[in-house]
Structures are given as C-alpha cells and as structure tokens.
C-alpha cells in the first residue's frame, strides 16, 4: 500500500503570524469589504435587540421571559418604551453618521450639524407609529388565521408562523425607511429574511390585511405596491425585469409590479415588472410567468401539463444454474 504524502508540520505561531500579514494586506487592498476606524458603523446585534424589543411591545405576554398582567402591563410598557427609545436614538445617530460620511468619502468625521436632532425626532416619530402598527398586524393576524383552516388560534399564528414574524418586522422596517432611516431597516429586513425564508425589502409597500401562507421562498421588491387583503403562498417572486444599465440607471426608478386588493397569488408564480399590474379580485395560479398586466376579477392559469407515467422495467430472470 502507498504512503500518503503528510503536509509538513507548521509551527502555530508562524503559521498565525503569516495569515494575519496576509488578511491585514487584503484590507487595505480592498476598502469595500472592511470598515477599519469607522466609528459610526451601526450595530447589526443591536438593531436585532430593536427587532426584539419591538415584538414584546406588539404583542404583549408572547414573548416575555416574565408574566405580564393588566396590573403590571402599564410599568412594563413603559419601561420597553424608554429601551427602545434609547436603542433606537443610539442606532439612529450612527446610521445617519455612517451615511453622510459615506456620501462624503468619509471625510466629516464627527461633524453632522443636526444628526442628533434629526436621530432624536426620527426616534419619536416611529414609536408614535406603534398604536398604527399594532392595528395593523391585528388584521394580520386574522387574515392569516382566517385563512389557514389548520391554524388551531391566533396564538399559533403569532407564536408559530413565518408569515406573521416576516409580515411584523417588514412593517417595523417600512415605517423606519419611510422616516429616511439609512441601513436600519436594511438589516432588519435581512434578518428576517434569514429567519423566515421571506425577503420583503423594506421600501415594499404592503396594504391591510396581508396573508403569506408557508412562506419560505417568497421575493417582494422595493418598489412593490400591495393592495388590502392579499394573500401569497411559498415561492411567490414579485420582482423586477432584467435591468440592463446598471444601479445608477435603475435605482429610484418604479421596477416591481402592483398588486391590487382582494388578490390571492399562488405558489411559485413570478411577476415582474414596474409595469405589470395586477387588477383586484384577481386569482394567480401557480407556477405561472406573468410580466404584463391582468385585468381586474381574472383567474390566470397554466395549461395542464402532459404527465408521463412509465411503469417499472420489468427485470430479466437470471439462467438458472445446471
């Protein structure tokens, strides 16, 4: 049997010493992939604890690690408030830095007339929004329960469901982005991306009354408008055309479709365009490809597919033996 050639043994700290001369060159050569001596770089943890922080205040005594009462539920709301108002200002000030330096090629430093104020009011702003959003994942979650015969109560919705946690973290996420919140709701959105399997981006606008059924694989753009009371099922795309020109070409530019009320769109259709419209009442079969528009009340389906169905190979007997 031949012997295997061992790589020779290293020394530990020589080895240590080499890649860290490496990774160190390969910053320096590349400032798109670090951020050495950016102090104004937002936390991803932190804006999860946001994320977090804001879940307990939409839906109260689901995701607390103590009991919350009616007798307790004032001080606790309170409390929450003032985390939150601190998390989010702290975070805020650092996202409106880190963009204008990076609009400034990092240039101003600590140097931002009116971050603070700006932070502090955008902060104010938002948590005036929470009774608004809590009204409207209310009616999220009882279209989804609605909707789903197996959901055994809306408890199970909100503590189980893909579709709810994606649905409340794109509606945190939008409001900041409508407030002109740099790369919070981004993150946000992201993470939930990762949780759920469903990528919302944040500029997505999203009606009352939104249903995503399973969930895992659905795609909404930027600018995406959606009506009251739509549903999607998995895999669902509403994305944009190919987009020959690049980002400056494309980037503020309406390229996702519209999606008018009272529509259900089944699994794994995709809709593209900032063209296409899809008029209300309309029912979207699955697994369709649809980049013009669809007229009010109509049902768009694929034609039946030609199955073929081979039965097993029958196997030859072997000779028997003498």
């Not at 400056?248 to 296409?276: E, N, S």
């Not at 007229?295 to 389906?301: S, Y």
Request: include cysteine.
């Amino acid at each position: 049997m031949a012997k295997t050639r061992e790589t020779p043994r290293i020394d530990a700290s020589k080895l240590i010493a080499e890649l860290t001369d490496q990774l160190v060159d390969s910053y320096l050569a590349d400032e798109r992939t670090q951020h050495l001596d950016s102090i104004f770089l937002p936390s991803r943890a932190k804006c999860i604890e946001i994320i977090e922080l804001l879940r307990r205040l939409a839906f109260p005594g689901f995701f607390d690690d103590h009991l919350i009462t009616t007798g307790n539920v004032h001080d606790h709301v309170k409390s929450m408030l003032a985390k939150t108002h601190h998390q989010l200002y702290d975070q805020a000030r650092q996202a409106l830095r880190y963009d204008l330096n990076a609009r400034e090629g990092g240039r101003l430093g600590d140097n931002c007339d009116g971050c603070d104020e700006r932070a502090e009011q955008l902060t104010d702003d938002f948590l005036r929004s929470l009774p608004e959003l809590r009204r409207l994942l209310a009616l999220d979650v009882m279209a989804t329960f609605e909707g789903d015969p197996a959901s055994a109560s809306t408890d199970e919705n909100i503590f189980c469901y893909p579709g709810i946690d994606a649905i409340f973290t794109h509606r945190v996420a939008h409001r900041l982005n409508q407030l002109g919140t740099p790369l919070l709701p981004r993150i946000m959105s992201e993470y939930a991306h990762n949780e759920t399997g469903v990528d919302i981006h944040p500029g997505a606008t999203i009606g009352e009354s939104f249903c995503i059924d399973h969930g895992t694989g659905i795609v909404i753009g930027e600018t995406c408008v959606i009506g009251d009371r739509v549903k999607l099922y998995q895999g669902v795309t509403l994305g944009a055309l190919s987009l020959r020109g690049g980002h400056d070409r494309w980037a503020g530019v309406k390229r996702h479709p519209t999606i008018g009320d009272d529509v259900t769109i089944y699994g794994g259709a995709i809709i593209l365009g900032g063209d296409t419209t899809i008029g209300d009442g309309a029912t979207i079969g699955g697994s369709v490809f649809i980049t013009s528009d669809i007229p009010a009340g109509h049902t768009v389906t694929m034609e039946k597919a030609n199955l073929k169905i081979t039965p097993p190979k029958k196997r030859k007997k072997p000779p028997e033996t003498p």
